[in-house]
């Protein structure tokens, strides 16, 4: 059964940093491109960052370049997202997902406020 | 960025009866591997996302019959043949051609 468990997520004052993780089981996780994609509370979905395979190629959503880094380690069958300078317009639960969004996590929720 | 349009946002529907989402892109999501990569998600209530329909008309594993997706280009459709209980819920199409990939506004199937 394929899984994907976030953490790390929580209360981060404006300007503060998160570093998000997920862990991958039930599925080849070195074989396929992984994202990160966020739901602000009541709306909809947006895309945040993705990266390849091993982890040579990464795409950021233009408000988050610069201050949110994506990266994976294959030996742990992890995916991360490392967010610096977090804003209140960040604030949102945050899914891991890959396979082009076949597989998808519970989600953590990132709340950045003072 | 590629904008997804979907219609309706809202759509009431009667168990047992059929339902259709459209939705259209800003541009064609042909992808130079010749590939549309169109994918239909679906949202429960309080519950995270989950994808029914890849690369236009394919379902995944485990998804019911009734429903079905078509379309080509810029134009896609996902439809239900007879909604049940369990169909409620938000549904996004969202297009994986070009980075970064991008989600429709979302359609709220209630009953």
Known sequence: EVQLVESGGGLVQPGGSLRLSCAASGFTFSSY???WVRQAP??????VANINEDGSAKNYVDSVKG???ISRDN???S???QMNSLRAEDAAVYY?????MGYWGQGTLVTVSS | DVVMTQSPL???VTLGQPASISCRSSQSLVNSDGNTYLNW?????GQSPRRLIYKVSNRDSGVPDRFSGRGSGTDFTLKISRVEAEDVGVYYCMQGTDWPATFGQGTKVEI
């Open chain 1, 33 to 35: 491109w992984m994202n």
């Open chain 1, 42 to 47: 009541g709306q909809g979905l947006e895309s």
């Open chain 1, 67 to 69: 201050r949110f880094t």
């Open chain 1, 75 to 77: 030996a742990k069958n």
């Open chain 1, 79 to 81: 995916l991360y997202l």
């Open chain 1, 96 to 100: 891991c997902a890959g396979d082009q």
């Open chain 2, 10 to 12: 809202s759509l009431p």
């Open chain 2, 41 to 45: 998600i679906q949202q429960r209530p």
